[in-house]
């Protein structure tokens, strides 16, 4: 099917979900960074490093996999 | 200390507080999911699309939607509580109780089931046997799905209301509705696009856990010890120096039902016949990338372990409360099963706690698709194209499929409800795969390796092993020593039941099959072309250079296992 050739493939869609994610969860990790959640090894301040390898393997993802004009 | 996340279950009912910012991940996942399937409607048009994803999947794509499907949400939670209650025992599920039966089905069965180029498993069973040995494997399959789906939903909603506090009706309608809409818009295609997105949110939501639990143990040792200290006398830490005797380990097993029950029929018959797991490599691009997927998904299911078994090895060690089985709970206890979300509450904060919940309903929403699109397949192509409207056009079929989509999706609603009055329809549903996967095993795996195998064979030996398994299973219902007989040991425990009634039931599957076969006409060799082995031109490796070779990958994955047995013998 001709229409096959130009489907998105679905690794651009976890680069967006993981990119948007990752911003989410890493402006969290930040604004809780001088009063960060009672949960056990808080200091660490998990959420900014964690949101920032999701933010990194998202936009990896975005960038090898970005929809591409089909060639003539 | 307490946990601002973590609530104690006897004061607000429910585990954990979710955050505007958790809130917001969540409903992006089903807005993403909505919107993929909504683009991918278009090139949904056809059968072949719709069904089996215009068989264009890359090894990688089948391969994360392979071990994606297994990786259901109930299973996360239930085997992380079984690894609370039993130790790393537990980790046989993954480890011989997958990896062996996963390669045997790339490297062997695959290339029958794609070179036939059938649809599904009862669609093998018709181009090799004929109508009734797959309208037996269809209907039962069929059921079965639906059912499953049904209690996955169920068991998604009770989860959602002791974690959340979300009403039950809530999480069943709203799921269930979201799933519905976007397979049947987009078919198989949406199925896998999900699986594979849900594949990596189980791992960015889960793997926190193992890697802050460890920090906070001071690495394997330290959890161990831990252990000891909280449990002496228990022995959690050792996958197989303790099974010499039923009654040396927690789990009331022997190494003889781990290595055949488990690992040589019960696991091969799921992994080898299980149409909602075989579907997602059917939709594979060429014979090398069905192969090479599951091998793909082997790595990954080993690793599994990791984020599943380690946080209940974990919580052993570091929670400061004992869990309970869940049929002994008494307010402000926590059950085996809410070991995941407890130990996501100790480590993950705001955002980070979205993530995983997330996971897990997208691990939930993704099982109850593959159950509904499995479903959708095989009562189009295998019950209602083969019995009822033969000769109706591509276009009829997709609509029946899109329909049957929602209809089966509807099934499963009420389903849910039913167990809702009837928990225990629970335990029979659960059953019944139990019941049907070993025999259904034998029958396939005879017909692809033995050519003097008659549709009559295949159809009375699937017969007599359903049967037989059947009744092992009510036996021990009903008269609980019965175990004792089947387990061939007194000190045998319920564990066992599943590894040794899988082990019988398909011993007579094949023995009735083959006495049978022997007495009964088989089919001309001619007419087995592409379907069994010395009939079937199975195209080799060696023109491919090593790395790219599926039969290298699947030693390096055998060898990589091995390992790991050795490791934690």
Known sequence: MSEERHMIPVWFFVGVLLFIYGILIFISGLLEWSHPPDTVLANLHAPVWWGGLMIAMGALFIHLFRPRKPSQ | MTHLAFVPAAATGKIILLRPVDLAIIVIYFVAVLGIGFYLKKFAKRGEDFF?????????????AFISANLGSLELLGWAG???QYGILATHWYWIGAIPAILFLGIVMMPFYYISRTHSVPGYLNLRFGRPTSGLSAVTFAVMTILMSGVNMYAMAIVMKVVLGWNIHFSIWVSSLTVGVYVALGGLYSAIFNEVLQFFLIWLGALLIPILGLMETG???????????????????????????FSGNPMGIHWTGIVFGLGAVLSMGYWTTDFLVVQRVLSAKDLRSAKMAPVIGA???MAVPFIVILP???ALSVLPFHLVPQTAMQPGQH?????????LARYCGPGLLGLGITALVAGFMSGMAGNVSAFATVWTYDIYRLFVRKDASDSHYVSMGRWSTMIGLIISIGAAYAVMGFASIMDYVQALFAIFIAPLFGTVVLGMLWKRMTGKGAFWGLLAGTTASASMFLAVKFHPAALGIIALSSHAKMMAEDMYQALWSWLICVGVTVVISLVTQPRPPAELKGLVYGETEI??????PLLKRPIFWSCVCLAVFLVLQWIFW
């Open chain 2, 219 to 245: 690495g394997w040792s330290g959890m161990v010890a831990r252990i000891h200290h909280n449990f002496p006398g228990d022995n959690f830490t050792h996958l197989w120096s303790d099974l010499g005797h």
């Open chain 2, 335 to 343: 059950s085996y099963n809410e070991v995941l979300p407890l130990m």
């Open chain 2, 82 to 84: 079984a690894a609370y």
């Open chain 2, 539 to 544: 195209p080799g490796e060696g023109h491919l």
């Open chain 2, 52 to 64: 089996i994803a215009g068989r264009g999947m890359t090894s990688w794509v089948a391969g994360l």
């Open chain 2, 312 to 314: 209940g090895l974990l």
């Open chain 2, 299 to 301: 790595f990954f299911k």
